[in-house]
């Protein structure tokens, strides 16, 4: 596509559910980001893949958290048992070399409310 | 580890005025010096970046950043500022750790 898509655009969920956001990058594009941006926060790095290397996953908040790339591709960020404070915007970017000197292209972003 | 300030949570200039949003940073090695721009409701969008050579760097929009190495800073200008201008904007650095370290951003509000 065009640009980085993500869906859903919103999600409202109870607390407690299970919540899979996902992610289409930019076709081509090796490196693939998820942050997260809290409201009047700054952008919180969860987890990047860079091709078949291991992700890193340094930014994962809690074990509730994880993330896969299925084929360098699709991305999906789960979120278990989701809690309160798990509300935030969920952003993902995608970047097409292997260093880190190449800017990312976001997407709009999933906004995630746990009620 | 590396790290982003950017010391203002909100700068207010008027229109036509210079403006400065200020940004500093720490990593190991080599930065790789990135700012980004939010507008309401939407995603950020890439404005410039600093790799290496000029130590002045010119992106979209007509703003620009100077790297400045011995304070470790990378501040975002522009000679005169617009109302479009009013955004959020976040500082980034890259360096050995390969994903991007963003800062707090700085809400930047030009005044009519």
């Known amino acids: 596509g065009a640009g980085v898509s993500q869906s859903p655009s919103n999600k409202v969920t109870e607390k407690g559910k299970d919540v899979e956001l996902r992610c289409d990058p930019i076709?081509?594009?090796?490196?693939l980001y998820w942050y997260r941006q809290s409201l009047g926060q700054g952008l919180e790095f969860l987890i990047y893949?860079?091709?078949?290397?291991?992700?890193?996953k340094s930014g994962l908040p809690s074990d509730r958290f994880s993330a896969e790339r299925t084929g360098g591709s699709v991305s999906t960020l789960t979120i278990q048992r989701t809690q309160q404070e798990d509300s935030a915007v969920y952003l993902c970017?995608?970047?097409?070399?292997?260093?880190?000197?190449?800017?990312?292209?976001f997407g709009q972003g999933t906004r995630l409310t746990v009620v | 580890a590396q790290s982003v300030a950017q010391p203002e949570d909100q700068v207010n200039v008027a229109e036509g005025n210079p403006l400065t949003v200020k940004c500093t940073y720490s990593?190991?090695?080599?930065?790789?010096l990135f700012w980004y721009v939010q507008y309401p409701n939407r995603g950020l969008q890439f404005l410039l970046k600093?790799?290496?050579?000029?130590?002045l760097v010119k992106g979209s929009y007509g703003f620009e950043a100077e790297f400045n190495k011995s304070q470790t800073s990378f501040h975002l200008k522009k000679p005169s500022a617009l109302v479009s201008d009013s955004a959020l904007y976040f500082c980034?650095?890259?360096?050995?750790?390969?994903?991007?370290?963003f800062g707090s951003g700085t809400q930047l509000t030009v005044l009519p």
């Open positions: 970017a995608s970047s097409s070399l292997r260093t880190a000197n190449t800017e990312a292209f």
């Open positions: 990593v190991s090695g080599n930065p790789y």
């Open positions: 600093y790799i290496t050579g000029d130590n």
């Open positions: 980034a650095v890259g360096g050995s750790a390969r994903q991007l370290t």
């Open positions: 076709s081509g594009h090796t490196a």
């Open positions: 893949f860079q091709g078949n290397s291991a992700p890193d």
